[in-house]
């Protein structure tokens, strides 16, 4: 036989001033259950950093401004200003990444690759293989798939670096990621190539 399920309404009263929830019931379990909510809601008024406000739309003033600085960053890189480039992709990042954490993640991902990739390719300019290497990585871990530029990226610095081996693998998990990409593969015969001339 099934239980009987029954509503008893309760005498519950809320003190409009402080919040306070009371009762004027005996029942010792809710007296209990309502001192520990009393105490959480003390708790959460306590709090120093306040509660972050609902999910909003995407900031499209920040949006703007991420674009802005991928652009002038673009601008500096054409104009063979690598180091200039290399600041405006750095700004670029922090802004993306200092997003609310109620934005949508891909969102963030999306940005943060296109910026490190770009970021990679001015250290590239620069000979700065460590620093591309790192860049072009980061972009790849936010974006495996659909960036073959960044894994391209890291491929070529690690070669440039004399990492063959490394450069080896990590074009042929590019290549498991993006397919035969044009110039993934093209890497993958000069890296074989030049490990032939120095067996």
């Given at each position: 036989?099934?239980?009987?399920?029954?509503?008893?309404?309760?005498?519950?009263?809320?003190?409009?001033?402080?919040?306070?929830?009371?009762?004027?019931?005996?029942?010792?379990?809710?007296?209990?259950?309502?001192?520990?909510?009393?105490?959480?809601?003390?708790?959460?008024?306590?709090?120093?950093?306040?509660?972050?406000?609902?999910?909003?739309?995407?900031?499209?003033?920040?949006?703007?401004?991420?674009?802005?600085?991928?652009e002038?960053?673009?601008?500096?890189?054409?104009?063979?200003?690598?180091?200039?480039?290399?600041?405006?992709?750095?700004?670029?990042?922090?802004?993306?990444?200092?997003?609310?954490?109620?934005?949508?993640?891909?969102?963030?991902?999306?940005?943060?690759?296109?910026?490190?990739?770009?970021?990679?390719?001015?250290?590239?300019?620069?000979?700065?293989?460590?620093?591309g290497?790192?860049?072009?990585?980061?972009?790849?871990?936010?974006?495996?798939?659909?960036?073959?530029?960044?894994?391209?990226?890291?491929?070529?610095?690690?070669?440039?670096?004399?990492?063959?081996?490394?450069?080896?693998?990590?074009?042929?998990?590019?290549?498991?990621?993006?397919?035969?990409?044009?110039?993934?593969?093209?890497?993958s015969?000069?890296?074989?190539?030049?490990?032939?001339?120095?067996?």
């Open positions: 036989m099934e239980e009987l399920e029954t509503f008893t309404q309760l005498p519950i009263h809320m003190d409009p001033a402080s919040k306070a929830i009371s009762t004027t019931s005996s029942s010792r379990a809710l007296n209990e259950e309502l001192a520990t909510l009393n105490q959480l809601h003390k708790a959460l008024l306590a709090l120093e950093s306040p509660v972050p406000p609902p999910p909003v739309p995407v900031n499209q003033k920040r949006s703007a401004q991420i674009t802005k600085l991928r002038s960053g673009n601008g500096e890189f054409r104009k063979g200003k690598h180091q200039d480039a290399i600041r405006y992709y750095g700004l670029g990042l922090q802004m993306a990444l200092s997003r609310p954490l109620w934005e949508p993640s891909g969102l963030v991902r999306d940005e943060v690759a296109g910026l490190y990739a770009n970021r990679a390719q001015a250290h590239m300019a620069l000979q700065n293989w460590v620093e290497a790192v860049d072009a990585e980061a972009s790849v871990e936010a974006k495996k798939a659909g960036n073959a530029k960044a894994w391209w990226r890291k491929g070529k610095c690690l070669m440039e670096m004399g990492r063959m081996e490394e450069a080896k693998d990590w074009v042929g998990r590019g290549l498991e990621m993006e397919g035969n990409e044009a110039d993934l593969v093209g890497l015969k000069e890296i074989t190539e030049k490990m032939k001339k120095k067996a």
